[in-house]
């Protein structure tokens, strides 16, 4: 039998040379060439990555990515707060409400 074409991988996934197939991007990393793995790269506190992604997301308002590599963000107690791409949660000062999500 003759030999199968080869297939572009889409972008999100893996395929280093030698590779029978498509590797998906794992979650808290971004992968934003499938043709070169070693440009992959975890995602840094502040952002996530929920898998087959080519970039890293900023992690939203009211949300914390305390860890490199989250696979995606935690949202902030009652009584605490984060701005947007904040690797932790902050108490609520004095004198402010902070009801959660």
């Not at 199968?4 to 280093?16: M, T």
Request: glycine share 12%; proline share 15%; charged share 5%.
């Amino acid at each position: 039998g003759a030999a199968a074409v080869p297939v572009s991988c889409p972008l999100g996934s893996l395929a280093p040379a030698g590779s029978s197939n498509c590797s998906i991007c794992p979650p808290g990393w971004s992968c934003p060439d499938p043709a070169h793995p070693e440009a992959s790269a975890r995602c840094p506190k502040g952002s996530f990555s929920a898998g087959n992604a080519t970039s890293c997301s900023i992690c939203p308002r009211g949300s914390a990515c305390p860890v490199p590599g989250a696979s995606q963000p935690q949202t902030c107690l009652p009584g605490t707060w984060a701005e947007v791409g904040a690797a932790n949660c902050t108490t609520c000062s004095g004198g402010l409400a902070c009801p959660g999500a």
